[in-house]
Every structure is written in structure tokens, then in C-alpha cells.
């Protein structure tokens, strides 16, 4: 597994949550990771990416209320999400890319994780 996804959960409107994108020793220096999800009977869309740069790109939904991150002495991503909303609900996936300005999602997928915001 080159890419490994935690940190879903249920969590209520307003609430908070962490994603973590671990990635494995073969893929460690690539370029560009992001956090895509998808949501049920909805396409999947590309939430946020950052390159080992630390430049950003955010869905507009969800600017001033997530922000991606990366430790590249960890090999991890993180999303954190705050204030977050019912429409935030989804499956949400991390994402490797070589092409750090792609428009479509690179080869490596992590395992989905869920995220349910509901009271």
C-alpha cells in the first residue's frame, strides 16, 4: 500500500476532524499529494493538493475552513477540516500525482476513509 488514509469518523456540524495520508518509502518524494472525495449519487472532486513546496490549491467550498498540510520528515499529508458542514459528507480518498499541476488525479490511491457530519 504507497498510500495510506485515516482519520474519518462521525462528527456534528461545526465539528472538526483530521485526516492523515501516510505514504509509503517508494513515494516519499512525490510531488503533489491531494485529498479528493466523493459523495453519494456526486462526482468525485478534488478537495485540496499541496506540493512539496507547500504551494496550495483549494476547492472554493471549502477555503478558510480546511487546510492541507504536509511533514515530509513523517511522509505524512494531513487535512484538517473545521467548521464542517452536512454537504461535507463523503468518502474521502488521498491522492498521489507526479504531475504537481495536473487537472486530472495522479496513479496512487489511498484506501477511502468516511466522513459524516450530522447531528
Known amino acids: 500500500v504507497q498510500l495510506q488514509a485515516s482519520g474519518g469518523g462521525l462528527v456534528e456540524p461545526g465539528g472538526s476532524l483530521r485526516l492523515s495520508c501516510a505514504l509509503s518509502?517508494?513515494?516519499?518524494?512525490?510531488?503533489?499529494v491531494g485529498w479528493y472525495r466523493q459523495a453519494p449519487g456526486k462526482q468525485r472532486e478534488l478537495v485540496a493538493r499541496?506540493?512539496?513546496?507547500?504551494?496550495?490549491d483549494y476547492l472554493d467550498s471549502v477555503k478558510g475552513r480546511f487546510t492541507i498540510s504536509r511533514d515530509n520528515a513523517k511522509n505524512t499529508v494531513y487535512l484538517q477540516m473545521n467548521s464542517l458542514k452536512p454537504e461535507d459528507t463523503a468518502v474521502y480518498y488521498c491522492?498521489?500525482?507526479?504531475?504537481?499541476?495536473?487537472?486530472?488525479?495522479?496513479?496512487?490511491w489511498g484506501q477511502g476513509t468516511q466522513v459524516t457530519v450530522s447531528s
Open positions: 518509502a517508494s513515494i516519499f518524494n512525490i510531488p503533489s
Open positions: 491522492n498521489g500525482n507526479w504531475n504537481p499541476i495536473a487537472l486530472t488525479p495522479g496513479p496512487y
Open positions: 499541496i506540493t512539496r513546496g507547500d504551494s496550495t
